[in-house]
């Protein structure tokens, strides 16, 4: 027991530098998260127990705890399995307990690990261990002599009998824990990232052609471009090397090599040594680098990209709802028509209709039509126009068709929304569940006019890894992309509460402590009975105990009830704090919640009490003065410039609004409204250096750039958001830029649902940045 928790306040302590935190914060979050508890619920309702942690602290101590535990498991395997081979001394079990990491715990393994039989193993059969001790003992005698008196009928001659000797030698140093961790070092320091095109390739990798040629820094290398360059060797475009400089870093590394084996001189045996150890360095350990390296790169990469696909994912969750308003979706096409789905304030399904107003039906007259009436007969309050293929020129039809509204019919507001996701939805089992006689493409324009409405409540029926908000994302460990993507999802939709009578089974899924069967539950409880009265009400749901209520309750809210706190995040546990709060000030609860005023003059502490301490009593007077806050920001639009329809349309030197649809490590893509969405570099993002784009823009900012350059056969726009308009155009770009990123001022990502995903840096990057 003493010595479990040992091990627990060694993770604690780690885990508190790592997220700057306190270990007791450390161990107290492990507690409440081991015990089911989820990360909103900690983040929201135990800030007391905590200390305060949020929720990215939180996700980190999850991940970490899980990490280190593993190690901890991992260390007392391979501590029993030395101790059974009878080969424990004290010094390995100190090196075993002060490794800090899983490599490190399976360096000093190796040599204990059982493992098929080796040259070194064969060599040790036929008696040349002590031939080689011979060799390290007297460094002055000919190793060529000493080798004769080994030569048996396994053994036929002097050159076996050294090759054997040199095999043992080899074996050790490549499991020389010491020797693999100081090489690891240098490499990491010192190694270079080579790439190079495989003869006869390069029209086919063509997008690749950045890195035909290509060679910086492993340490710098961006995240980006070594995801690149891993596509492009996957698709056997390109060949990757991983080594030290070659004028210097083999010497270096086999240096490394010769302070494993000791001090050599120039004596006979000192010599055999020393070529022992360039062997050893080129034939085995050059690659165990090369490979752990390529593992460490290809981790690093995916976790950049992981992260940035998160970061861009919450921010589009989290985009401004235009709210409860009857809206007309329209899902462009050419040839097979434009679907229309009319929507009440709610999100429920009143009117479909298809359009064909452009070829070949060429039906403008009727198109028109159509849409006047809906818009009369409805009363629609915004027109939502899908950004794919003939987005522009719906935007256009529309245009026209709300001049010819007649006088006293209320004017809709046009928005062009993100179709990211929506063929998926569309073609999804839960879109046909609840539109079984609905044509795919109808659902979709469904889809668009609810995103508008609620752009959370409906991008979480997609899986998020289809919204096409990250680069490389089929590249990436899909497990690992799915766990964090799901979290990303879970805080978004806990941010904001989630109406309990309103909310569909995929919202409610993604509530703490719910998930998919409770939220089918709930559904149907909610069907069979009619709208939740109370949050008390949840307890009658089948299989929703005290523990899931206990998580789930804050977040749900129910409107119009006869508890006025349903209605807000404060949780059902601290009532009755806000009710002596209430009492304290005298009136109703209803004329206080959203009254400021009344609530200035209390002071929080007055309300403390052995179970809630002061952090919960200031969130329940921040709830009560602003009930149900939405935090997310308020509803805006771009606006299209008339008569900029195609990227053909575009000049350099035009000032034009747009949004941002992605934001990547090397700059951020902006939809102005041609059907291509232009590239504004990081050196152009501001006036200023900036490290990440994030520090400038969001996926969903509306922003005003100017084109810098057009380049119309490889449709590549490169705009900039630089007060003094690009002029200095490499003025803040980062030291380690390469090529590929400074071809990406004139690159764009492709319009959204376009086809594969192919991406490279520079053409490559673009495809990778393409919506799936």
């Known amino acids: 027991m003493a010595l479990a928790d040992a091990t627990a306040d060694r993770i604690a302590r780690i885990i508190a530098t790592e997220i700057s935190a306190a270990p007791a914060q450390v161990r107290a979050a492990a507690e409440l998260l ?8 900690v983040a929201r309702y135990r800030k007391e127990v905590t200390g305060g942690l949020d929720d990215t602290q939180l996700r980190n101590l999850s991940d970490r705890l899980a ?17 059974e081979q009878g080969k424990l001394t004290d010094d390995l079990a100190r090196a075993i307990a002060g490794a800090e990491t899983k490599a490190a715990l399976e360096d000093i393994y190796l040599p204990f690990k059982p493992k098929r039989r080796t040259k070194a193993m064969i060599a040790r059969e036929n008696g040349l261990e002590p031939l080689l001790r011979a060799i390290q003992d007297d460094r002055a005698a000919d190793p060529a002599a000493l080798a004769a008196g080994y030569i048996t009928d396994a053994v036929p001659d002097v050159k076996s009998a050294l090759d054997g000797a040199r095999d043992i030698l080899v074996e050790e140093l490549s499991e020389n824990a010491s020797l693999l961790g100081s090489l690891r070092d240098f490499m990491r320091r010192d190694a270079f990232i080579a790439a190079k095109v495989i003869a006869g390739k390069e029209e086919a990798g063509a997008k690749f052609s950045d890195y035909f040629d290509h060679r910086e820094k492993w340490a710098d290398i961006p995240s980006h471009r070594a995801l690149a360059i891993l596509r492009a060797a996957k698709e056997e475009i390109l060949t990757i090397d991983i080594s030290p400089d070659p004028e210097t870093g083999a010497q270096r590394a086999e240096g490394i090599v010769i302070r494993a084996i000791g001090t050599l001189g120039d004596r006979p045996g000192d010599q055999w040594l020393r070529q022992v150890a360039g062997w050893t360095w080129r034939v085995r350990l050059s690659n165990t680098m090369y490979i752990d390296l390529m593992t460490e790169l290809r981790k690093r990469a995916h976790d950049e990209a992981i992260r940035v696909f998160g970061r861009n994912l919450k921010d589009l969750l989290l985009a401004a709802p235009a709210g409860p308003r009857v809206t007309i979706g329209v899902d462009p096409g050419i040839r097979t028509g434009c679907k229309i789905a009319v929507v009440d304030a709610t999100g429920k399904l009143l009117d479909t209709a298809t359009i064909y107003p452009f070829q070949p039906k060429n039906d403008l007259r009727g198109a028109e039509a159509t849409l006047l009436a809906l818009i009369a007969k409805h009363g629609a309050d915004l027109i939502a126009i899908g950004n794919g293929t003939a987005s522009r020129e719906t935007e256009r039809l529309v245009a026209e068709v709300l001049k010819r509204l007649p006088k006293g019919v209320k004017q809709p507001t046009k928005v062009v929304v993100s179709e990211a996701g929506a063929s998926v939805y569309s073609a999804s089992e839960l879109a046909a569940k609840e539109f079984p006689d609905l044509d795919v493409s109808l659902r979709g324009a469904v889809s668009i006019a609810r995103r508008l409405q609620d752009p959370l409540a409906e991008l979480v029926k997609v899986p998020p890894e289809s919204i096409g908000v990250g680069q490389y ?8 992309l799915a766990k964090t993507l799901e979290a990303v999802v879970e805080d978004a939709v806990n941010a904001v509460g989630v109406d309990l009578n309103m909310a569909s089974a995929p919202l409610l899924a993604h509530v703490a402590g719910l998930g998919p069967s409770l939220a089918q539950n709930i559904v149907a409880w909610r069907d069979e009975n009619g709208a939740f009265p109370s949050r008390a009400a949840l307890k009658k749901v089948t299989g929703l105990g005290p ?3 206990e998580q789930c309750a ?5 409107q ?9 995040s404060v949780h059902p546990e601290a009532y009755g704090v806000a009710r002596k709060i209430v009492a304290a000030c005298g009136r109703d609860i209803r004329a206080i919640m959203g009254d400021g005023t009344v609530l200035k003059g209390l002071r929080a502490e007055q309300f403390v009490d052995d179970s809630f301490g002061l952090p919960t009593v200031r969130d329940i007077l921040a709830e009560l003065e602003k009930p149900g806050r939405d935090p997310r920001p308020g509803f805006v639009t771009a606006s299209f410039a008339d008569g900029i329809e195609d990227i053909k349309d575009l000049r350099p030197g035009m000032s034009l609004e747009g949004t941002v649809t992605n934001v990547a490590a090397f700059g951020a893509f902006v939809d102005i409204g041609v059907h291509q969405d232009g590239l504004v570099h990081i050196s152009q993002l501001a006036d200023r250096f900036i490290k990440d784009p994030n520090e400038v823009v969001k996926v969903g900012d509306v922003v005003r750039v100017r084109v810098t350059e057009v380049d119309v056969p490889r449709k590549r726009i490169g705009l900039t958001m630089r007060k003094d308009g690009g002029a200095q155009h490499d003025r803040g770009a980062r030291p380690s830029q390469g090529k590929g990123d400074r071809q990406h001022a004139v690159a764009s990502k492709p319009a959204p649902r376009t086809g594969s995903d192919t991406g490279s840096l520079g053409a490559a990057l673009m495809d990778a940045m393409r919506r799936k």
Do not use: C, W
């Open 34 to 41: 081991d015990g089911g508890a989820t990360v909103p619920f």
């Open 473 to 480: 994302q089929h590249d990436v460990d899909q497990r690992q």
């Open 554 to 558: 804050g977040f749900l809210r129910i």
């Open 547 to 549: 523990r899931a209520f």
């Open 560 to 568: 119009g009830g006869k508890e006025p706190l349903d209605a807000s």
């Open 67 to 83: 990490y280190l535990r593993e190690m901890e498991a991992r260390r007392a395997a391979i501590l029993n399995s030395v101790k």
